[in-house]
């Protein structure tokens, strides 16, 4: 039922992660790492990689 219910519901996302998605495409020669991928999102690196896991299930 769980599975059901996560295609019924609309995608929820943060919207910081679009934004640095966009930053990162735009400098895809960047070397980057969770620190400055945390850092460019405003968000302490756990809470940032926590965050990208729930919006990649």
Not at 24 to 42: F, H, P, R, Y
Request: aromatic share 10%; glycine share 2%.
């Amino acid at each position: 039922m769980v599975y059901v219910m996560s295609f019924a519901q609309p995608h929820q996302s943060d919207n910081r992660l679009w934004k640095l998605w966009n930053v990162v495409e735009q400098n895809l020669e960047q070397d980057w790492t969770l620190q400055s991928l945390s850092q460019l999102a405003c968000l302490v690196k756990n809470i940032f990689v926590g965050s990208v896991k729930n919006n990649l299930a």
